[in-house]
């Protein structure tokens, strides 16, 4: 199988026709995925990755399963882990600082094509250390094991090999230019003005020759040449244009030879005018031009061979890059927080059953606020089921009881577990979501055109007609803007309606009323526990306590009767 530009490999989605969908901006912030992100990496480009990844939903357990399982080798083996790094960071310099296909509409001379060239060689190495380190027996993931195959096929196909061959030839024809000699026109205070290349030689120089006779010219005061003539068989090789072709095949010629080039070839100046100012910050660059002219035949080779594989070098492999990164980071952070003594499982997912999407969460905890813990023993879990009988689940408590942090936690376990990362619980099995909605109070100035309630019910309203029956719902206080009444009326049909069409809900809200209603609207009601006024920050499935949340906020300020009287 001949390997281009145009073979595709994934280490995220196990066939190119795997959809999505993408969740929104408000959700990512919501779920707090942007934060937890910050906590995993310093770099904005892979925060942005791990944004990506974790926002493109999509209902098909086999992608699951697919990054759950490549994620399992790249925890578990990390010497594996270690080494995929370095690999990648030696690819991705090469990528972003090296000079492969960067003014791709200049033609690059002698010295920029050689250093293309070593950058094509490391290149090569890096490949042959991947494909030596995917080989690893221990290796079980599918996405590993294609990714192996995939350079494999690279690393044997005919097209590499002959790469390879070329490489080796062509630095042994550069490889040759051991030397060149170039005059140098100064004025009266000594100072270059101009300079041109003599010749370019298989051989170093040494004291002898005209390095010799320089040296004892300028060690005597009384031996100073009377003119720009050279003595001996070194001579001036003017190149610069017309008439030159012949005799440069014939430079290449006898560079092969191992000899010194010191053929005449015309009569056409090489000199390069020296810049002002600085009379030597330029010389390197004028000598480069003039060595591309005299390497002519070596120049179209090196372009010659440099364009045929341009489609099998560094971005073939370095587009695999991110998602690498993604799963090594996202590794790092979970062996960190294990150390802490916080937990995680591999999530298990399963299809629906009878069209019921499910889940069964054992002792599950928010991972963003756990993060920020500088002890696991402050984490708090809990237990949750989606089921044929609790689909939606009406959640009230104390202020401040730990509502939103249960809910935003649900919706990071399907967000994990779908990326094909460990997730903070004891146990989660579940069935992928489509896509995951929330519905969290707006800043102010979003409400400002339609009002708090009227802005409520038109992101509402989107959620609803875009969620199915796959899709999961989550509810921070919607429609309590307002008096209570007319949040109710408005509340009591959005849940009914969430409830027929399947969508998997948590609504936590102050509104007990609607919670205390609960089993006419086929839902559940469930509490953020107290005991005699402590918060326990766990879950239970039982009627709401009661205007827990007004007694809270009375007593807070003192305007119990109890508070007002005893005095």
Known sequence: MAIDSKSTISLLFPTSENGFKTMSDTTVHDLGIDTITTQITDDPKQQQMIIRVLSKMTP???????????????????????????????????????????????????????HRLDELKTFITCVESLHDCLSDNRIKSKGLKDLLSYIDTLYNDAKFA????????????????????????????FEAESLGLISVNAKPFKKSGIVSNFADAVASKDKLNSDAEWDGDMRYEPVDSHGAEGALDKINATLTEGVNLTTVIGDKSTLSKVPDGDSTSGSTFYLANIATKMMSHLVKKLRSTLSAYSDISIVTISKLIPELIYYINFAEFIAKAKKKGMHFCKAEPVKAVNGICTMDAKGFYNLKLASSLES??????????????????????????????????????????????YVPADKFAYTPVDMIFTHFPADEDKTMDLGRLGEECVRFKKLFNNATSESMALLNESFSTTSFEEGYYIAVDAVKALRDKGCRTIYNTHMHKLAENADEFKASSIVMASDDGKRSYKVVEKAPEGSSYARDIAAKYGVTYEMLTES
Do not use: C
Request: no cysteine; net charge negative.
């Open 60 to 114: 098909d357990p086999s992608v699951a399963e697919f990054r759950q399982d490549v994620f399992d080798d790249i925890y578990n083996l990390p010497d594996v882990r270690d080494r995929l790094l370095e690999l990648m960071n030696q690819i991705d310099y090469l990528k972003d600082y090296g000079t492969w296909r960067k003014n791709a509409e200049e033609k690059p001379g002698l010295w920029d094509l050689m």
């Open 162 to 189: 002959e790469m390879k061959k070329d490489i080796e030839n062509i630095k042994v024809d550069a490889n040759s230019i051991q030397s060149v000699t170039v005059g140098i026109n100064v004025n009266s205070r």
């Open 376 to 421: 696991s023993d402050e984490v708090v879990d809990n237990d949750l089921i989606f089921d044929e009988k609790h689909v939606t689940y009406l959640l009230t408590g104390a202020n401040r009881g730990g509502k939103t942090t249960l809910t935003q936690a649900a919706g990071l376990l399907f967000a994990l577990a779908q990326g094909g990362i």
